[in-house]
């Protein structure tokens, strides 16, 4: 009954970029290793469990959808060197005892294929951190918090590899780039409205504010905190700006930068408050929710929102990881929900897990033999570009988590997709769902640039 | 001096409250005296309209523990579900009829069967059961996506009753006679199946429910500003419209309940059952249909709730957790007190948006407030500000 | 039940009557069981005796419930024996653990005096939380309880955040015995390496290093004997910083085999003055090490459950239970035992949230929110409210259902449910399995067992005890 009119959408959202997709099957786009080892009739078990059904569910599950296309996909095309990819993963509901039994579980069932986990959820991490060093396991994870890479006193090392920026750097990143651009910024006041948990208040550090306030950018001291259930955030919103804050920087997911947005229309201030966000904020159902409230001139209300975007997206479609994500993604006929940074940074996950093996199994020998010290040692000289370029894997001198980042804008397509749109005039919509819809575009405003360090301080 | 007191007491009591009473306004007050007479104004509007969602939501949840004695633990996923059913209905064009069909047979049958599968041959019913099917089909998918309100609301109906029904035939009943402490644990595994259900049926994507729209821009209604008060003010206040529709609602279903239970028979009866279940059957009370009826009611007022929460801030699985923030609502109210419900639910809004004002850096208002406010009131009166006062026997 | 005997089986004297084991065959059973268990750990596959007849999941998950039992029996005294409902005992837990663990980081004490001491303090704060009993009753106690969910993590994420973190994960040393052993004392001089070697994961080397005078800021790294800086893991490390960020006292443990060094260097030729100190010490940090001090006190704790029961307070609290007026009228002082039962309950809840901090290393607020406090009750409910083997069946049952149960189902259904509803996305139905199964289950159970596990168990017993004659 549902969902009747998303696969238009889809198409129109990448589409016009993209050559017939019944016709030629694009090539794999990254520059794997070479196998030297042939692991035919071996099997290579990806180990991954996080969130599904609990609080951060709405944004892991396109990791599933993603994590089953990557694996049919290798497996017909023969495996990687020959093994075939397997999953085994576990829905811990965002529960620590969930997560701490599925690890128990993992490493008692599978004490040696087990050299190499993924995780959802920085708290994961922080409950995980010391288990994994000392069982000698390696933890790919997207985006850590400080405690979980780097611990209490943010410079001891540790085994979980993050492929985003903290995200006190990406504020501090933020920050340069409002230093930066004085007429897009005047006088620039930063004020946190957020979400309360440790996600949503990194950066609110006084390490993130003294730096910003070397580049002359203030950050107000105290943070607006809200919640995901609020109906209604104008007091949080207007204590912010009564405080003097001309932008409003939040690390919150899918409705609440929406809901910021709309209640700084509501409030008449779209135009003096700019908005702003770490990199989850540049995500499709920010663009879909962000249409509920139409600005004066038209657009939606998250139209012209920054934010980091230390990877390719969606619409750069000149870009052949996106354009080969995009197939997969059309070919599988996944929901446009699913088409967010979740399914398209799982891709460039697994990629990067593929690399790892195999570059480790080239130096070690054979499958049986890696052990997790193995695929430290691998990822520690890794300098990779994820899917051809989706992201860089490069972890050295101690870093353990991404160091480039750019920001972007959010934009609405154009009628002939050639650009952001201006106003609804020229805006592209679609039947959608809910009526007509904008098309969501994020555009990269600056280059791939390393971020500022401003942990352990 | 003792003799004093105790002459007094009541004297006493009450003028220590006020002094408590005092002392409070006086901390909050100074506190406020900084801030722009526009955000105080606007800080009590936003507290009040939120205030009559939260008291919609914990009518539902009065509602059956008037009822039944059951705290419903359940509430908040049902929220989602009636929430998810009514965007089905209401954002696709082409209502799968078989779908409906399905639909509005199960819900038949629910009805028509509540007291048990034999009634469905007796007399008229298998008429009655048929002519429901068809109406609550043709509802559904009449016409095409110009009667999305009507598809919505018919879909949406069928589909809490459902629901209600559903809980209460299977979970509820065989409780009966049971510990009252393991029906209220029953409501918690109906809660983890409801959310399993609604991932299964609708994914754990936000969805965008567009019913509080402009239908020119097709984007949600622009905020009544009280530009007139500019100047007495220091500012603009807004009010958001989508709220004060939700409150109007929240306002009229109270209003609604209140007559029901007091005036009508199928009202008083809940009462009685709520009273005694035993003695209330022995009186000739049909316990069964009567709970089945509050199970309905009360699926059908947490869609609404669902619904409305949904437009305002978006549908997703977060909805649930609303609930649980309404709890110190329920009990500031009384946990049998249709009004109580509304003002505990204002009282609660109003609460969280000064503390969010006044400190929103620490969760004041979310966090802290509510339930120091909530203590306070229990330890003043024990049974909440309209509960019953029970009378206790040996 | 009443007391049930097997047939032929008569008391004589009221010690016999009083006595918990009936028969000798009982206190067998109850001992044999008792050492079954504390040999689990020894057969497990990373056991010191290398036997691999259990999976060391099973150690981990035996410690888990054993935490949770005695929580939960916490709540079984306030809730099964007293009837208070209580809808806030996860904050009760946080208590504990967070008070341990800051006991354990800025006041130095040991495990072994911070697990009485918080312990206390939860108490304390729990009898501040049972006041409103004078007044409140019922559901609305249970309400006044929810306060206490949500005001106890308040306090400690907001006004208390210097010691707590705040919403940053804690951690938390593992629990030691000694150092007893000190066999060097060397003082350092700059960027002079000193060498330890560690020996097994039990019999733990402890360094420790003092640092003072220091005149510029002081790194102390952990190196090989190449000089590489190692790899964190095979070490584990406590620092205290003075508040200049400085570094005033290190600890390393080293629990797996292998020389390493350590170096001490002032930046920008500061100086210092440094003191290291190596002994033995008998470590916690491993799951099998952490089983030995989890699981006999859980048993103790639901001993001692079971016997305050028996005693004056207990039959108070069972007759505060089952009518309050009544009791009141017999004498009892109603609000005093109320306030006991808040006491004992808190005092569980106390132990159960220390254990949980120093076995797990890591606290966060997040393990301690309402749905742990529901679940607790979920719990009780589930094995059985007011029986002493409640908790213990009902932890049990909840944990093998999430733990073991459905992990072994899920696979098999993310293959076969997408088949069965082929219209609805695969992902959907794969990431719905955990709470669709675990809801389903709960439901069956409640609607066979609603007076939960233990009165089955009751009524199993008994059936046996009178075998072959039914009544």
New interface residues.
Partial sequence: ??R??IPLLILLLAGAALPSLAQDMLAYPSDLSACEVDMTGETLTVFHFGD??G?Y??I???I??AM?DAISYWNGQGGVCGAQLEQVY??T?G????A???Y??F???Y?DELDLLMLYSS?DG??L??Q???D?IVSYISAG?I??LY???GM????LYASNPLYINQFGFFCQFVAASPETFPDPVIGFVTW???FG?AGTEPAAREYCANLGVDVLE???????????I???V??AT?AGANIIYTNSL??GP??IA?TLV???LEEDVKLAGVNWVMDT?VG??G????KPN?L?SVDGMFGSMPFRWWSEVSHPAVQFVYQQFSINQR?I??QNIAYLVSWGVIDSIIETYIRTVNRVGSLDAVTG?DI?DTVESMDYAVLGGLFQARFEE?MRDGAMNRIAVMKYANADMSGPATGPADALLVDG????MFVPLVLPLTDFMPVPQLRSQ | MTEFINRNRRHLTWALYALVAVLILLFVGDQLAGKRAARVVQTLISGVLVGGVYGLVALGIVVINKASGVFNFAHGWMMVVGGMIFWSFFTVSEISVPGALLLSTATMLMIMSTVSWRTLREGRNPLITVGGIVLLTALMTVGGIEFQWLHALAGTFAGAILTGLAVERFAIRPLIGQPLFTAVLMTLAVAEVLHGVTQIAWGTVELNLPIFVDPHTNSRFRPIRLDAFRDLLDGVAIVRVELIIAFVLAIIAFAGFIVFFRYTSVGLAMRATSEDQQLAQSVGLRVRVILAITWAVAAFLASIAGVLQGGAVGLSLNISYVALRVFPAVLLGGLESIAGALIGGIIIGIVEQFGTLLNSSEQVGTNLAPYLVLMLVLIIRPDGLFGEKRIERI | MANIHPAGVFDTTYEQDMSVDRTARDKLWKNLAFVALLLVPLASVSGPLELGWISDQYVGLIARISIFVIAVQGLNILVGYTGQISLGHAAFMAIGAYGSAIMARELGFSFWTALPASALLTGAIGLLFGLPSLRVKGFYLAMATLAAQFIIPWVLRYPLEDLTGGPRPLSVPAPIIGPFVAYADDELTDGEPFAFQAGDPYFVDVISLELTDATAYTVVELVNPAGDVLPYGDVSMTVSRDSAGNITRLTYIASKAGEYQAVVRAEAGGSFKAVVRRSKALSFATDIAMYYIIVPLAVLLMFLARNIIRTRTGRAFVSVRDNDLAAELLGINVFGYKLRAFFLSAVYAGIAGCLLAFERNSLSLYAFELDISIEMLAMLIIGGAGFPLGAMFGVTFIRILQEAFIPFLRPWLADFLPQLFPFVDAVNITSAINPIVFGGALIIFLALEPRGIAHRWEVLKAAWKLRPYAY
């Fill in positions: 009954m549902k009747l009119c599904l059904s609080p569910a709405f892991t599950q396109p599933i959808s089953n576990e829905d509901g529960n620590r005892e969930a701490q039994s599925a128990d579980r490493t008692s069932q004490p708290d922080e409950l951190r010391e994994l060093a000392a000698e918090s405690e979980s611990g209490e006193d001891t090392p540790g085994w309360p948990n440790a208040r105290e943070p607006q905190f809200f919640l995901p259930t609020d109906t209604d104008l007091t949080q207007q204590n009564d899918a409705s929406a809901l709309g509501d409030l008449g159902t879909l929710l249409q509920r409230v139409l038209g939606p929901a929900a699913e010290a430290r101690g769902p809910s009526g007509k």
